[in-house]
């Protein structure tokens, strides 16, 4: 169903969800932009979809989430939400399993075994700034700005607020969800939701580059760790020091750290293998 809904919602040679292959980085671009690359049922299936499929593909070590258009993304689509209020429940069921898949896509990306930069041009509002906290890392245009106005029409930002309070100060998260004003990129970059500012035009090359930094480094050590850091965020600090230091001693059998290690001993480059 979700598969017809994509087709359903662009012509087949305009596809909602754009892949391309730069080196060993995936290139995942959403293409609604006539609704503002907002998160359709369709959408959300079609990006869902390509994150379990690089996941398994070890040619890419890497990905990169951007966007068609002057938006990056305005969050859920309410006009297709909207439709469903004729239903007989008034559209409870759809409104669950909407909120429910776009939170399996959300924690799809955190649970990606690979990095992923976001590339913002334009405004991520709602789920759309949720998408951009979600990512591991994000680089966004000077022009970006970030919202979640869900208060301004009576939807307080809910899931969004469980990615930006994990990337944001306690104070910040709420000021950003109860006011619902935007707040600028340099504004974000300060307050932690992104990493680097750059000029406009010029942040999907920066998201590349840094993508490719990290794609340098061994993919077993990248994901071994991307998980350890998402994991021990949730624990108490004795635990995440007992967990980490678990991490640690499994990571150092690893043939990569041996020969990450001997490599620095001997200044050379490393050969990695990937485990």
């Given at each position: 169903?979700?598969?017809?809904?994509?087709?359903?919602?662009?012509?087949?040679?305009?596809?909602?969800?754009?892949?391309?292959?730069?080196?060993?980085?995936?290139?995942?671009?959403?293409?609604?932009?006539?609704?503002?690359?907002?998160?359709?049922?369709?959408?959300?299936?079609?990006?869902?979809?390509?994150?379990?499929?690089?996941?398994?593909?070890?040619?890419?070590?890497?990905?990169?989430?951007?966007?068609?258009?002057?938006?990056?993304?305005?969050?859920?689509?309410?006009?297709?939400?909207?439709?469903?209020?004729?239903d007989a429940d008034r559209?409870?069921?759809?409104?669950?399993?909407?909120?429910?898949?776009?939170?399996?896509?959300?924690?799809?990306?955190?649970?990606?075994?690979?990095?992923?930069?976001?590339?913002?041009?334009?405004?991520?509002?709602?789920?759309?700034?949720?998408?951009?906290?979600?990512?591991?890392?994000?680089?966004?245009?000077?022009?970006?700005?970030?919202?979640?106005?869900?208060?301004?029409?009576?939807?307080?930002?809910?899931?969004?607020?469980?990615?930006?309070?994990?990337?944001?100060?306690r104070k910040q998260a709420?000021?950003?969800?109860?006011?619902?004003?935007?707040?600028?990129?340099?504004?974000?970059?300060?307050?932690?939701?992104?990493?680097?500012?750059?000029?406009?035009?010029?942040?999907?090359?920066?998201?590349?580059?840094?993508?490719?930094?990290?794609?340098?480094?061994?993919?077993?050590?990248?994901?071994?760790?991307?998980?350890?850091?998402?994991?021990?965020?949730?624990?108490?600090?004795?635990?995440?020091?007992?967990?980490?230091?678990?991490?640690?001693?499994?990571?150092?059998?690893?043939?990569?750290?041996?020969?990450?290690?001997?490599?620095?001993?001997?200044?050379?480059?490393?050969?990695?293998?990937?485990?």
């Amino acid at each position: 169903m979700s598969a017809q809904a994509a087709r359903a919602e662009a012509p087949q040679h305009q596809p909602i969800l754009l892949r391309e292959t730069v080196g060993s980085i995936a290139l995942l671009t959403l293409n609604r932009p006539g609704a503002r690359n907002s998160l359709s049922e369709g959408l959300i299936a079609e990006l869902h979809a390509a994150l379990n499929d690089v996941g398994g593909d070890k040619r890419i070590r890497a990905v990169v989430l951007a966007a068609k258009g002057p938006a990056f993304c305005a969050g859920h689509d309410l006009k297709e939400l909207t439709a469903r209020r004729s239903d007989a429940d008034r559209g409870r069921a759809y409104f669950a399993q909407i909120m429910n898949a776009c939170s399996a896509m959300m924690q799809a990306i955190v649970r990606l075994p690979k990095p992923v930069v976001a590339s913002i041009q334009g405004i991520a509002t709602a789920a759309g700034c949720q998408l951009v906290a979600s990512c591991d890392l994000a680089v966004a245009s000077e022009a970006a700005a970030f919202a979640t106005p869900g208060v301004d029409i009576g939807l307080f930002c809910s899931t969004p607020m469980v990615a930006l309070s994990r990337n944001v100060p306690r104070k910040q998260a709420m000021e950003m969800l109860l006011t619902g004003e935007p707040v600028s990129a340099a504004t974000a970059q300060s307050i932690g939701l992104v990493n680097r500012v750059v000029s406009a035009g010029t942040e999907r090359d920066a998201a590349i580059a840094l993508a490719e930094k990290v794609a340098l480094k061994s993919a077993y050590t990248v994901k071994l760790g991307k998980e350890a850091f998402y994991r021990q965020a949730e624990m108490n600090l004795a635990d995440a020091y007992r967990f980490a230091a678990e991490v640690m001693t499994e990571n150092m059998m690893a043939r990569d750290a041996e020969e990450g290690i001997g490599a620095f001993i001997e200044k050379r480059d490393p050969k990695w293998q990937d485990k």
